[in-house]
């Protein structure tokens, strides 16, 4: 439930995208009777059936959470004919520096005051030819001023549904308006310690869905062609407009959890974060050519896998590295070929529970007989049921570009600081939101405007992924795309990184 209030306070300043219809609504709801308590001046509003919290909050431009401070009856929900006490919207007051994050999607700084249309410079991109400094030597970047935006599916046109006085937990869970809700959670814990270091930023959040209309009237606001980065978790249609709109623009734009290759095509302003099937294989022959050198690798081909040619795929790249390798049709054929002289390296590709256990099973009872190690691909370690004595047994390793290793001390107060702001666990996607906005926010921090040209000798210790960019297809029209994967083996009963 506390999650839910932080959620809709956050909604409080978000902008809301159906504003020309919405505004009528919220001039008639706001009254203009005031009462004095305390010295203070308040509004005083007559709930009416059907109105929410955060529906009174925008007509009177004030925070959920400073009604809820006036009112705190109201954290058990709002009634029909329930008397509020609204307090007078504050001033602004200026600041010394920059804020990290103005949800309300215009910028807000101290020395500043937003301009309706901000000039955009020829190119965002430096030509390499004509830099003046080499990559990371400016190191007036760090006291810049940056513009990022960041595009989730908040599904706000929901919101009003939501009734926490009759919505069990597991309902609420499953609300879409707090799906990706820990992807935000994530970035802003980033934002928080970037700021701590020196970095000056301001966030504009906006709510993109599936519509596309809505998108394209989005891209119309002026304080987008003045970002210096966009991050949008967005689905695919939304993501070529928004990205069409970037390459116009001269602005990075980062796709945060899209495994499809095309996105980054003929697009030079992309960046890819989930690394390719095929990088996977590439990373998984040069960590078998560096440490397995000396045996013979064995790919077990699964003619029930649904990507039919990967097993040829894995044995090319094995063979351009030198490697010993047999393609095996099926267990039965890969049992036949194991040797008894040097370390039998199994790759065995498995999308369901039931023919990886029978995979181990079988393996597991020959392991005393042959030096064994077994590589699971390609989603292994999403699989469920597994046994750990199969997996310790047979030196298991696993290549995935996300794990989280919760005996990092980064990681422990990354969890810490998560359940201390949000009263919750991080999820999958709270790791990633925290990973994305650290990286590409130290980048900007670090290189500036200059950060895509720099960004292929660029490595930070992250919280579950590491980053490694590179021009897809090593060609300058198209984006970049994440290439690091990185290995896991079973020992004593847990995952080591090796790589």
């Given at each position: ?27 008639a ?48 929900g ?93 309902a ?5 308006s ?18 701590k270091?020196?970095?000056?930023v ?20 002026p ?22 709109f ?22 030079e ?127 298991t ?22 359940q ?35 960004i ?6 992250t919280?579950?992924?590491?980053f ?32």
């Amino acid at each position: 439930m506390y999650r839910l209030f932080c959620f809709l306070a956050l909604l409080s300043t978000l902008p809301c995208l159906q504003a020309q219809t919405y505004q009528d609504q919220l001039k008639a709801i706001h009254s203009v009777v005031v009462e004095q308590k305390d010295g203070k001046s308040f509004y005083v509003h007559v709930v009416k059936k059907g109105q929410t919290l955060y529906m009174i909050s925008k007509a009177y431009g004030v925070e959920v959470n400073d009604i809820i401070a006036e009112n705190p009856i109201i954290k058990e929900g709002l009634k029909a004919d329930q008397k509020l006490l609204i307090p007078f919207p504050l001033r602004k007051k200026e600041e010394p520096s920059v804020k990290p994050e103005t949800l309300k999607g215009k910028p807000e700084t101290a020395n500043q005051k937003p301009s309706a249309v901000t000039p955009i410079p020829a190119s965002r991109i430096p030509d390499p030819s004509t830099k003046a400094l080499p990559c990371g030597s400016d190191t007036a970047n760090r006291n810049k001023p940056y513009n990022v935006v960041l595009m989730l599916p908040l599904y706000l046109e929901e919101v009003e549904a939501i009734n926490p006085e009759t919505s069990t937990e597991e309902a609420i869970e499953n609300w879409n308006s707090l799906k990706y809700l820990p992807f935000y959670e994530g970035f802003r814990l980033a934002v928080d310690s970037l700021q701590k270091q020196g970095l000056h930023v301001t966030i504009h959040v906006y709510d993109v869905g599936k519509d596309t209309l809505v998108t394209q009237k989005l891209l119309k606001k002026p304080e987008l062609k003045s970002a210096d980065l966009i991050i949008g978790l967005l689905f695919n249609k939304n993501f070529q407009l928004v990205a069409k709109f970037a390459l116009e623009n001269n602005i990075p734009i980062v796709n945060p959890l899209s495994e499809r290759s095309d996105v980054v095509l003929n697009n030079e302003m992309v960046f890819k974060v989930n690394p390719s099937k095929n990088s996977q294989l590439e990373s998984l022959a040069d960590f078998m050519q560096k440490s397995m050198y000396r045996g013979q690798v064995i790919i077990i081909r699964n003619g029930q896998f649904r990507d039919k040619d990967i097993a040829d795929k894995l044995k090319k790249e094995c063979l351009a590295r030198n490697l010993n390798v047999i393609l095996a049709e099926g267990q039965d054929v890969a049992i036949g070929r194991l040797s008894k002289g040097k370390e039998n390296v199994l790759v065995a590709f498995a999308d369901n529970n039931a023919y990886a256990l029978d995979l181990m099973r079988r393996f597991y009872e020959l392991r005393n007989d042959y030096n064994l190690s077994l590589v699971g691909l390609t989603d292994w370690e999403k699989l469920e049921g597994l046994e750990t004595d199969f997996l310790n047994g047979l030196n298991t390793h696993l290549v995935t570009p996300y794990f989280v290793d919760y005996s990092v001390a980064g990681v422990k107060k990354l969890v810490r600081n998560y359940q201390v702001n949000y009263k919750a666990d991080p999820e999958p996607l709270a790791f990633q939101g925290f990973d994305i906005a650290y990286y590409f926010l130290s980048a900007l921090m670090k290189f500036g405007k200059q950060f895509p040209s720099c960004i292929k000798d660029f490595r930070l210790p992250t919280s579950q992924t590491s980053f490694e960019f590179r021009r897809a297809g090593n060609n300058t029209a198209n984006g970049f795309e994440n290439r690091h994967w990185s290995v896991y083996q079973y020992e004593n009963f847990k995952l080591v990184r090796l790589d």
